[in-house]
């Protein structure tokens, strides 16, 4: 089908791999994600917070540096787990807004122009859509996340030596899993929003509102019942949680409560998290219902019953 | 011994290249909840240019995205080009293109961007599809225009844009779901000629589903008439028009009698509907010549004659008021 022959013939060249062709749909999305300059900006701007991080790991090892700054060693943050957590926490919020950023319009705009029959009819099936969709999050996500993190704990691993490597190897998995999971969540989340919500305004609105209004309820829960089983409703709270399990750092005890009883007694209230399995179990749920959701709006055409 | 995957699907590829039949109907039932919209459709569609025609709700849209894999039969099955509609959906979804009837596009992207997104994921490399994104864009027209966002389009123009993205792969089997709706006569006879010079370059067959039977006639080989769900006609179009009978308007001078009389001798069946004025319906073995003559032997002059064959429309409206036919 030359443009000087004008005429029609069909494609006889090579066919790329079945098995990669989702992941033309990130490559041809991030054309139109950094046309935005306000995006590329922020999205730069992600990047200071693991700057800092570098900065402080390469202090740790450089005396000279320090006495230049006059900076005593003790005066720095220790590099462990909860270092590493700390940063792992501030990627996570990070990632939150480019995900409310870059979510809401991947499927709502193709819902909304009836793009999915031409994505269909192709040898590309839904999963493959679904995955295409969410790799565009998941490739931005993991830039900001994981990935610079396991390179700043390799970083420090080869300032500090190989023994801190092999003991702190765990630190590495805790990174891996809680950035991942979290990514998972959000791509999942505002996959399902976006499906749902053809508009982008009112399903960025939505993400919000996922995130943060069941959050409120579980502290008002949390507060009336003196407990803090309502965060297992707040996904905030039960990704907190699970990056504290993976961090070792998790203690299901969270606080005390005290309080004077109608006799006048000092009484003391032990308020304890909802146990780690619990958690977890949410979080699958959470995503099960966004994979059905996604299951169910992504099709051709809806069948009118 | 069993012969290698990749031989074997050689073999399968060659074997259904030489089927001629391109989409076998196998009592293919559809129905959406308890509504049955598909019933027990039977029968081999082997036409270059496939028309799909049936009055609003007869299923042509349903039959259509149920071959591409949209919809789950609940009864029965159809191939196309010897592939199974549910267990071999991926190696049709290869060989076909899709021009939906509705305004079907990807936001924000110029045509040429989108008809090769298009491209890349029918499994064309991305050189290949930016190539052949702007081959197929100045195929249908739109070369000067390949660069503009798709919501600046006109209905027209969207209509183009949907047909290149369609054959930008090159299919095998094309579906067309109202390609002409909404155009003006300019852009519809636009359309019609592309679609006639694919059709006639032998690289595909067209399924082509409307409700105008001009567009139909003026593209399609054979047409499948769909009525409440189930097959109504099913036939080659040149064929059904030469089976039916043949109807002659004559304008004439002179002495009728005569001339009528021998008519009766030939058998023709004959009405007159004015002073000179006749209808001759054409028995089998009796041409336009054998009149001619005729007339020339009883001194009859013929001032017009008008060939009146079935039109499309007729055999169409035959269909509708007929629900008992059949491929």
């Given at each position: 089908m030359a443009v000087y022959e004008q005429s029609y013939k069909r494609y006889i060249g090579p066919l790329t791999p079945e098995w990669s062709r989702f992941l033309i749909i990130p490559r041809h999305a991030y054309r139109g994600v950094f046309k935005s300059?306000?995006?590329?900006?922020?999205?730069v701007v992600c990047f200071v917070p693991l700057l800092v991080e570098a900065i402080l790991i390469y202090l740790h090892h450089n005396m000279n540096a320090l006495g230049i700054m006059k900076v005593d060693?003790?005066?720095?943050?220790?590099?462990?787990?909860?270092?590493?957590q700390t940063f792992v926490n501030i990627q996570g919020g990070f990632a939150f807004f480019v995900a409310l950023l870059v979510g809401p319009p991947l499927v709502s705009r193709d819902l909304r122009n009836n793009a999915l029959p031409l994505y269909l009819c192709r040898p590309f099936s839904r999963t493959e859509y679904v995955l295409g969709k969410m790799s565009v999050l998941l490739i931005l996500l993991s830039m900001i996340t994981w990935i610079p993190q396991l390179l700043l704990f390799l970083f420090q691993a080869y300032l500090e030596g190989f023994t801190w490597f092999t003991q702190n190897l765990w630190i590495a998995s805790a990174i891996?899993?809680?950035?991942?999971v979290w990514i998972l969540l959000l791509a999942l989340i505002s996959q399902a929003i976006s499906a749902l919500v053809k508009w982008r305004v009112i399903a960025s609105a939505a993400i919000l509102g996922v995130f943060f209004i069941p959050s409120v309820f579980a502290e008002f829960l949390n507060f009336v019942f003196m407990t803090h089983w309502g965060h297992l409703i707040s996904l905030a709270a039960l990704m907190k949680n699970i990056s504290a399990g993976l961090f070792g750092t998790f203690v299901r005890a969270s606080g005390t409560i005290r309080f004077e009883d109608f006799d006048g007694n000092a009484r003391e209230f032990i308020v304890m998290e909802p146990p780690l399995w619990m958690c977890w179990g949410m979080l699958f749920l959470v995503c099960a219902i966004c994979l059905a959701l996604l299951s169910r709006k992504v099709k051709a055409y809806e069948v009118v019953r | 011994m069993a012969l290698p995957a990749s031989l074997q699907e050689e073999l399968l590829q060659d074997q259904t290249l030489n089927d001629p039949a391109v989409i076998d109907l196998l009592g293919l039932s559809v129905s959406f909840g308890r509504r049955p919209i598909l019933k027990n459709l039977?029968?081999?569609?082997?036409?270059?240019?496939?028309?799909?025609l049936g009055p609003n709700g007869a299923g042509k849209t349903t039959l259509i995205h149920t071959l591409l894999g949209f919809y789950e039969p609940s009864a029965g099955s159809a191939r196309i080009f010897g592939y199974d509609i549910h267990d071999q959906a991926?190696?049709?979804?290869?060989?076909?293109?899709?021009?939906?009837?509705?305004?079907?596009?990807?936001?924000?992207?110029?045509?040429?961007?989108?008809?090769?997104?298009?491209?890349?994921?029918?499994?064309?490399?991305p050189e290949a599809a930016l190539e052949r994104a702007h081959e197929a864009l100045f195929y249908v027209g739109l070369g000067e225009a390949r660069y503009r966002k798709l919501e600046t389009y006109s209905l027209g123009m969207k209509q183009l844009a949907k047909l290149a993205q369609a054959i930008v792969q090159g299919p095998k089997l094309l579906f067309l779901d109202e390609p002409t709706n909404g155009l003006d006569p300019p852009a519809r006879l636009r359309m019609i000629k592309l679609i006639r010079e694919i059709r006639d370059s032998g690289q595909a067959h067209i399924v082509l589903s409307s409700h105008l039977l001009l567009d139909v006639e003026e593209c399609c080989d054979e047409i499948l008439i769909l009525r409440e769900g189930q097959?109504?006609?099913?036939?080659n179009l040149e064929e059904e028009r030469k089976s039916n009978r043949k109807f002659l308007m004559l304008e004439t001078r002179g002495?009728?009698?005569?001339?009528?009389?021998?008519?009766?001798?030939?058998?023709?069946e004959y009405a007159l509907t004015g002073d000179h004025r006749l209808k001759i319906v054409l028995q089998g073995g009796v041409e336009v010549r054998d009149l001619y003559q005729l007339a020339a032997q009883e001194r009859i002059q013929l001032r017009r004659l008008s060939y009146k064959r079935d039109s499309l429309e007729d055999i169409f409206l035959k269909a509708m008021e007929n629900s008992n036919g059949g491929v």
């Open positions: 300059k306000i995006f590329t900006a922020f999205f060693m003790r005066e720095l943050i220790p590099i462990d787990a909860s270092f590493f891996v899993i809680g950035s991942v | 039977r029968g081999d569609l082997r036409g270059k240019a496939i028309g799909l991926k190696q049709i979804k290869s060989l076909v293109g899709y021009m939906p009837e509705r305004d079907s596009f990807i936001a924000k992207m110029s045509a040429v961007h989108f008809v090769r997104l298009m491209g890349e994921l029918s499994g064309l490399p097959i109504a006609v099913y036939c002495d009728l009698t005569k001339f009528v009389a021998a008519l009766k001798s030939l058998g023709c």
